[in-house]
Each structure stands twice: as C-alpha cells, then as structure tokens.
Nanobody, 123 residues
Framework: VQLQASGGGLVQAGDSLRLSCQASEGPLDYVAAAWFRQAPGKEREFVAAINWRGSSRNYASSVKGRFTISRNIDKNAVYLQTNNLKPEDTAIYYC?????????????????WGQGTLVTVSS
C-alpha cells in the first residue's frame, strides 16, 4: 500500500486548501492517520491525527481552530482542511498512518508515509 498526498499549492494568507491522502489500494488499515509538515531547515512536526473510528482528533496548538482532519473509510482517504492559512504554515505536508495501539505525535510512531505535498502561503 502506498499513500499519495495531494492538494497543495501556492495561496495567499487567509486562503484555504484541502489536502487529500489517498491509499493506492484498500482497505487502508490503521489505528490512526496523521498529517505532519516540514518547513525548510526545520524538523518534521505533527499537525493533526485522527483515529480509525473518527472518534478522536488531535491537533497541534498552532493549527487548532484553523485545520480539520477527517477520513473516509470507504474511499481509503484522509483529508486535512486548512483554513485561514498563514505564511508560517508553509511546508511540505505529509500524511502517515500507524498500526500502533499507543502512539504519540512523534513521526517515529508512524510507519506508512506518503510523498508529501507542498503548501506555500504568501503574505
């Protein structure tokens, strides 16, 4: 199974983007799916996560209230709705999944990764 992230682009501050993460085949099994991002010269950081049931969502404090993670089990896809984008949101966004029952917001806990999609926010 491979993950394909898409939906990135060049936008202005205040705009919105919907990022998608599509599995190459289904069903996509995971305990949790997440989005991470990596800005130039910085480490990869956690953005948001959702469990398979969709009953639990977690967000980084920097995006809480602006970003929303969701998933569609039937479509084997995970999404990240990004609103009110800021220049500091500029990064490559990666989707990832984990089968670990206990996981943290560390990239090391996630084992299946997509290739990333670039989001650039101009001021």
């Amino acid at each position: 199974v491979q993950l394909q992230a898409s939906g990135g682009g060049l936008v202005q501050a205040g705009d919105s983007l919907r990022l998608s993460c599509q599995a190459s085949e289904g069903p996509l099994d995971y305990v949790a799916a997440a989005w991470f991002r990596q800005a130039p010269g910085k480490e990869r950081e956690f953005v948001a996560a959702i469990n398979w049931r969709g009953s639990s969502r977690n967000y980084a404090s920097s995006v809480k209230g602006r970003f929303t993670i969701s998933r569609n089990i039937d479509k084997n896809a995970v999404y990240l709705q990004t609103n009110n984008l800021k220049p500091e949101d500029t990064a490559i966004y990666y989707c990832a999944t984990t089968l670990r029952q206990r996981y943290t917001d560390s990239p090391a806990d996630f084992t299946l990764w997509g290739q990333g999609t670039l989001v650039t926010v101009s001021s």
